[in-house]
């Protein structure tokens, strides 16, 4: 096993003889054996871990300049939303918040200011499936820098890498760690020179997780590829029961093939995943509140990814930071509740829903 290396710093033989191992906030050893599989798993030359998926985001925004804008998917994560106008808005960045369903879109929006696509597929919560291949078709074309948060569909699901990005982000809180045990981030790229320069920002704003955290994600990575199986697996027995439920009026999951950008999906992804949404036919916030509360099996809380079942109102949870007027333009109406499902038996987990929506 990769030992844990709980220490700041390492003894030097003589004043800078330190075989690249100064002080742990720039490089750990144990940090370094996470990245190394980071980098692996989404086919990528280098790999850098932060202490937050947010640490990760806020790094690769500090790549940028005031002046500089960025166009980027109107249903994006609450909290990317949220960094992306109340901070970096605030150093003069400018945000161009589009949807992306048809990537030509994109050509409207550029400029010679424009330095970044940032693209987040599937979506959350709607789960929006954008076609990376074109996109990155265009940022080349354009020379932009093009990021996608992968973090829904997890390494295991889709590499954008092979797909055309410069940067591949994740929240390895979520799948990657897989056991809701920590919180992390990563970011993964083939290109020597941005890695020196984010590797730079890393070490200079300090967001880098600790060895403890890196070996919980070492250790959560080794059943990646199982349990990454038993969610799609789960999610397609509960995407299929919640379809036609009488209590559901609308359903988000891109392995239907009636989902709008179901054949992207089928064409980039290798699975369809475990997220699903649900609009409660004709609930008003207090019944959405009832049934959220009514469950036995799943727990209501925010987060995703973990082996254990969620349950999650994003329009007063994890996206309630977004104005209610730009939430609600992107689906995420007060009657909406995404599920993260788990690894648990199939047989409790649609009982569970069963009780719950009755
Ligand atoms: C959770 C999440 C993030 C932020 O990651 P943290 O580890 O919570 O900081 C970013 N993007 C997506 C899609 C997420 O689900």
Redesign the pocket.
Known sequence: MTPIYQTSTYAQRAPGDHQGYEYSRGTNPTRKALEDCLAALENAKFGLAFS??????DAVMKLLQPGDEVITNNDL?G??YRIFTKIFANYGIKFHFINLHQPEIIHEYVNDKTKLVWI?TPT?PTMQVVDIQAVSSITKDKNLMLVV?N??ASPYLQNPMDLGADLV?H????YIGGHSDL???ALMMNDEDLYKRLWFIYNSCGATPGPMDSFLALRGIKTLHLRMKAHCENGRAIAEFLKDHPKVERIYWPGFTDHPNHHVAAKQMRDFGGMISIVLKGADLKETFRIASNFKVFTLAE???GVESLINHPATMTHASIPRETREAAGVVDNLLRISVGVEDIDDLLEDLKNALA
């Open positions: 937050s998926g947010m640490g990760a985001t994560y909290g990317s987040e959350n948060d973090t829904f982000m929240s390895v809180t979520k919180v992390m981030g987060s995703l990814g």
